[in-house]
T-cell receptor, first 113, second 116 residues
Framework: AQKVTQAQTEISVVEKEDVTLDCVYETRDTTYYLFWYKQPPSGELVFLIRRNSFDEQNEISGRYSWNFQKSTSSFNFTITASQVVDSAVYFCALLNYGQNFVFGPGTRLSVLP | GAGVSQSPRYKVAKRGQDVALRCDPISGHVSLFWYQQALGQGPEFLTYFQNEAQLDKSGLPSDRFFAERPEGSVSTLKIQRTQQEDSAVYLC??????????????FGPGTRLTVT
């Protein structure tokens, strides 16, 4: 069975703080992909990153960074120096090859000015 | 525009009415997906098309839900005899490849359906 857990339902931080969103996944497949999507109030899911199961190298993109650890089945997302525009719901998702997306329940991030 | 568009953005239906939700994917995208997102939850898969072929409808919750993509571009999700539990945001996504297992999907803004 495939499952994605995002234990943090809501997080509030003050602007310029760093924040990490946790994601833990379960799968028996060896080939799979992990994603993060952002859902602003407008409702559209915005793609942030895709990671395949064979690439554990961490990635940094501007203020965003991702830490993929197969040993703990985690794919955590860190925003450095958060900004008000980062306020949104963030979803972690698992995609096993040839199957369908399994989304986590989401983490609502509020960045206060 | 260049993105996925959906219409209407909001729909209020009385219980028992039929509704039709439209999705215009990104031009040339082979794969098209429908998801249902209940309040406070992540999207859940409903159905998948590769061009005009519906290859997976395992997520459709009942036979009141029906989707089509007759010419391999625009898709319509139809819900017959709506029930209150159908209230949700319905998201459409498209992907450029036919291989659904590897590529990111591009999502539309969704249609918020409220059944009263």
């Amino acid at each position: 069975a495939q499952k994605v857990t995002q234990a943090q339902t809501e997080i509030s931080v003050v602007e310029k703080e760093d924040v990490t969103l946790d994601c833990v996944y379960e799968t028996r497949d060896t080939t799979y992909y992990l994603f993060w999507y952002k859902q602003p109030p407008s409702g559209e899911l915005v793609f942030l990153i895709r990671r395949n199961s064979f690439d554990e190298q961490n990635e940094i993109s501007g203020r965003y960074s991702w830490n993929f650890q197969k040993s703990t089945s985690s794919f955590n997302f860190t925003i450095t120096a958060s900004q008000v525009v980062d306020s949104a719901v963030y979803f972690c998702a698992l995609l096993n090859y040839g199957q369908n997306f399994v989304f986590g329940p989401g983490t609502r991030l509020s960045v206060l000015p | 525009g260049a993105g996925v568009s959906q219409s209407p953005r909001y729909k209020v239906a009385k219980r028992g009415q039929d509704v039709a939700l439209r999705c215009d994917p990104i031009s040339g995208h082979v794969s098209l997906f429908w998801y249902q997102q209940a309040l406070g939850q992540g999207p859940e898969f409903l159905t998948y098309f590769q061009n005009e072929a519906q290859l997976d409808k395992s997520g459709l919750p009942s036979d009141r839900f029906f989707a089509e993509r007759p010419e391999g571009s625009v898709s319509t999700l139809k819900i017959q005899r709506t029930q209150q539990e159908d209230s949700a945001v319905y998201l459409c996504a498209s992907s450029p490849l036919g291989d659904r297992g590897t590529y990111e999907q591009y999502f539309g803004p969704g249609t918020r359906l409220t059944v009263t």
